[in-house]
């Protein structure tokens, strides 16, 4: 995208002073010199952005006086933002961020049905005649927040997945930026996928791979699952839906597997919940915020260490089916009232809006080493056969002193690149360490291996990770930190597993960066 400000407007004078005939907006330089026709793809109270005869450019609305019938009135000027995409983010995670920046700001917000899949807020300050913003809502799928980003129809994207890669590389060919940057890429709540049944379902845990295996149809009675001889009857979001997109991505697409054609979708949720409740040979996959009245299942492996997905697991990513919550944002500028939304998003008071609508928050939480018994536990019963006593006290001696962040850091399959949630917590711990939310004595990267290998090879892989992870959020502070915290890093390998290694995604569960405190 071009910009053009109006002290460097001459060096285009020959090619932009064009006529506004059959154009909607013209912008004339204070000089006279400069005139800028085409249509107004957008004003954010500060810069136009106009198409014209040479491509889209953005204008600096100081240096030019606006003719036509698409000016913004600049008294009353009245910011919209456009969103589109998950249904379960515009009617609980939005709404409940809006009404608490509204609160802190001292505005109200007035919510209104545009249409059947649309509505608004408008917000006000009682002192002013105009609206300060209008946020409209386009009540849908992540597939379509993602086309009408592309199709300039909406601003920002609510998706409940991560970003595929052909949206990715559409977007970038569109001129949107990588929307895979940290900073276009905006977390704002956690959940995560859950397999639930009716509450009287005598089955009380299920692994990934026996998960695959029911969601593809592979096996189709609760007796593979030491269960009751009845068949399962299969529940689903629709097909189009970020949940049941982020299962393929998550569960099948790794497995090389596809979903059982006699799947039952529905295309709300508490109807889905509600069908599973009311079943007890049904088994239904959905979230953790909207489980309602099921149970949810536990992920179990074959060495017997079982996973529940919890605030605690679900921040940690100890829980291996993690489903963060983002909104994307092109490579443009959104209006001042839209970033001040933005940057509330990652406050305390907007996390505690999150938790309140039910969500898992982001907010750092300290786990003392007290609470790590199972964790301990686990690491005696289930470590490596090199893993020996020596290891073991080296690790509990060097972490005993310390909490443990609820910050965890993982990486992508088959790769050292963090993952997506990674990539926001790294941005996460850079600010709290240079605003000086998080003030430790001593901040330890504890980089920890799935079991493959040898373990002095895993030990060595670890503490690489651990420095990886640290660099990273070292070079994401735009100040500095204060010299009087100590920063070190540890590799112990596959001392401390969360999972078994016998599939997948227990090793990737394993691989991990960890942060402790004191």
């Not at 506004?20 to 800028?36: F, P, R, Y």
């Not at 009751?228 to 090389?256: C, I, K, N, T, Y």
């Not at 939304?341 to 928050?361: E, H, K, N, P, W």
């Not at 016998?502 to 942060?515: I, L, M």
Request: charged share 20%; hydrophobic share 40%; glycine share 8%.
């Amino acid at each position: 995208m071009t910009r053009i400000r109006a002290a460097l407007a001459v060096l285009f004078s020959v090619l932009l002073a064009v006529s506004a005939t059959a154009q909607d907006i013209v912008l004339t330089s204070h000089d006279g010199k400069i005139e800028v026709s085409g249509t107004l793809l957008g004003f954010d109270g500060e810069f136009y952005r106009v198409d014209t005869q040479f491509g889209e450019l953005t204008v600096d609305g100081s240096g030019v006086t606006c003719d036509g019938p698409a000016c913004p009135n600049l008294t009353d000027f009245v910011a919209e933002v456009r969103f589109s995409g998950s249904s379960v983010m515009a009617e609980t995670v939005l709404p409940a961020l809006i009404i608490g920046f509204a609160r802190q700001e001292g505005l109200t917000a007035t919510p209104s049905r545009v249409d059947e899949r649309s509505f608004a807020y408008e917000l006000r300050r009682p002192e002013r005649t105009a609206p300060l913003a209008r946020l409209f809502f386009r009540v849908g799928t992540t597939d379509q927040g993602f086309a009408d980003l592309m199709d300039n129809d909406a601003d920002i994207v609510m998706a409940q997945r991560e970003i595929r890669d052909e949206e990715r590389n559409a977007a970038e060919t569109a001129g949107l930026g990588d929307l895979t940057h940290p900073r276009h890429a905006r977390i704002v709540a956690l959940d995560a996928i859950v397999p639930v049944v009716a509450p009287e379902n005598t089955v009380q845990q299920i692994s990934p791979v026996d998960l695959v295996r029911v969601l593809s149809g592979e096996i189709t009675n609760w007796t593979d699952l030491e269960g009751p001889d009845a068949p399962f009857a299969l529940h689903m979001p629709d097909a189009g839906s970020g949940l049941s997109q982020d299962v393929e991505d998550q569960l099948l697409r790794p497995a090389q597997a596809e979903l059982s054609e006699g799947v039952l979708r529905h295309q709300r949720n508490r109807d889905l919940v509600q069908a599973v409740a009311n079943d007890p040979f049904a088994i239904g996959i959905t979230t953790q915020a909207a489980s309602g009245p099921t149970r949810a299942l536990p992920l179990a492996g074959g060495c017997g260490h079982a996973l529940a997905a919890t605030r605690q697991s679900i921040k940690t990513e100890d829980y291996p089916l993690t489903s963060p919550m983002f909104l994307y944002l092109p490579q443009r500028r959104l209006p001042r009232f839209a970033r001040q939304f933005l940057a509330y998003t990652r406050s305390a008071d907007a996390q505690m809006a999150i938790r309140q609508a039910g969500f898992v928050d982001q907010a750092t939480e300290n786990l003392p080493m007290g609470l790590q018994g199972d964790r301990l536990a686990n690491a005696i019963v289930s470590g490596g056969a090199e893993v020996g006593l020596e290891e073991l006290q080296h690790m509990v001696e060097t972490l005993r002193p310390l909490s443990r962040l609820s910050i965890s850091f993982r990486f992508e399959p088959g790769s050292s690149r963090p993952d997506a949630q990674s990539r926001s917590n790294i941005l996460q711990l850079a600010q709290a360490l240079e605003s000086g939310s998080l003030t430790p004595r001593k901040l330890v990267f504890a980089g920890f291996s799935d079991g493959d290998g040898g373990a002095s090879a895993n030990a060595r892989i670890a503490h690489r990770r651990a420095q990886t992870v640290r660099n990273a959020v070292l070079a994401a502070v735009e100040t500095e930190i204060p010299d009087s915290i100590e920063i070190t890093t540890e590799g112990f390998g596959e001392a401390m597993p969360m999972a078994c290694d016998d599939t997948e995604w227990g090793r990737k569960t394993n691989r991990r960066v960890e942060v402790w405190v004191n």
